[in-house]
C-alpha cells in the first residue's frame, strides 16, 4: 500500500479501443498523460531516435516530458545528460513499439510543443506553403548545418511539429526558430528591413552570377510542386538557379541547400 508521505510514480499501460494509454500519477498533481499516435491537435509531440533525442536535451531540455527507452539501447551516455538536467526517463519496449513507425526505433522522447520567435537582425529562409513533412525536416537540418536559425512558413504548411519532420531534421528543429505567418504581407509587416530573394524559374537574375551586398535578407521558395507564383516578380530581386534542360526543375531541398551555400559559404571559409 502506498503512503502519502512518499512521493510516487505508477506507470499503467493498457490497450483501449485498440490505442495505447499510459497513465502517469504524481503525489499532489493527480495528472493523467495520454499517449497515442501523434495528431496536431496535441500539445506535446514525439522525438524518434537517439541523435534527435540527444538534440532535443541539449536545445531545448526544458521542452521535455520523459524519454523513453528500449530495453536493448544502450543509455548511459544519455542517462548521464538526463539526470544532469532532471529529465525524467524510463524503459519501456510495448510504448516505443505502439508509438513508433520504424523497426529501429530504441529510444524516444515526449516533448511539449513551444513557440519561438524569428530573430529579426539575423537572414531568414521562407518558405511558401510547404507541403512535405520530409522535405521540410531536410531542410531544416540544412539550415543547421550553415547557421541560419529563423524560418518563417507562409500558411498553409506543414505541422513542423509532426514526427516526421522533427525525425527528418534529425534534431536540428530545436535549434531553429520557426514561425507561421498567414502570407508573405505579413511576414513583411514584421520584417520592413529585410531584402526578399525569391528563387523562381521565371527570373532573369542567375544565381551563379550574382553577388549579395545585403546585411538582412530572406531566402524565399515556394512550393514543392507549384513553386511561386509571378507576384513574386515584384518582391525585392528575383533568382534563378540554373541547370540543364534535361530536368525541369530542382527538388526543392536542393535548390534550398544550392541557395544556403552560395550566400552563406563565405562564413566557413
Known amino acids: 500500500m502506498l503512503k502519502d508521505s512518499h512521493k510516487f510514480d505508477v506507470f499503467l499501460n493498457f490497450k483501449l479501443e485498440k490505442q495505447l494509454i ?8 493527480g495528472r493523467m498523460t495520454k499517449y497515442r499516435s501523434y495528431k496536431k491537435d496535441m500539445t506535446f509531440s514525439y522525438c524518434f531516435g537517439a541523435y534527435g533525442v540527444f538534440e532535443l536535451v541539449k536545445y531545448q531540455s526544458k521542452q ?41 526505433c530504441y529510444v524516444l522522447a515526449v516533448f511539449n510543443k513551444y513557440e519561438s520567435k524569428l530573430n529579426e537582425n539575423k537572414p531568414h529562409l521562407v518558405l511558401v506553403n510547404p507541403s512535405n513533412m520530409g522535405n521540410l525536416g531536410t ?9 541560419v536559425k529563423d524560418l518563417a512558413i507562409i500558411k498553409p504548411g506543414v505541422d ?3 514526427p516526421k519532420v522533427v525525425r527528418a531534421s534529425m534534431g536540428s528543429i530545436f535549434a531553429i526558430n520557426i514561425e507561421y505567418f498567414d502570407s508573405i504581407d505579413s511576414y513583411l509587416k514584421r520584417f520592413k528591413n529585410h531584402f526578399l530573394y525569391p528563387f523562381m524559374l ?8 550574382f553577388k549579395n551586398d545585403k546585411k538582412l535578407f530572406s531566402l524565399v521558395f515556394g512550393n514543392e510542386s507549384s513553386g511561386l507564383d509571378e507576384s513574386y516578380l515584384n518582391l525585392g530581386q528575383s533568382l534563378i538557379i540554373k541547370h540543364s534542360d534535361e530536368i ?22
Open 22 to 29: 499510459t497513465l502517469i500519477i504524481n503525489k499532489g498533481e
Open 160 to 162: 513542423y511539429f509532426d
Open 202 to 209: 521565371q527570373s532573369s537574375k542567375p544565381l551563379q552570377y
Open 139 to 147: 531542410i531544416i537540418r540544412t539550415m543547421h548545418g550553415f547557421k
Open 64 to 104: 521535455v516530458k520523459e524519454v523513453i527507452f528500449h530495453h536493448t539501447f544502450d543509455k548511459d551516455k544519455l542517462v548521464n545528460e538526463l539526470e544532469t538536467k532532471n529529465i525524467s526517463y524510463r524503459v519501456n519496449d510495448n510504448l516505443i513499439t505502439k508509438l513508433s513507425s520504424k523497426e529501429n
Open 248 to 269: 525541369d526543375s530542382l527538388n526543392l531541398t536542393n535548390a534550398v541547400s544550392i541557395a544556403l551555400y552560395e550566400f552563406f559559404k563565405d562564413k566557413f571559409e
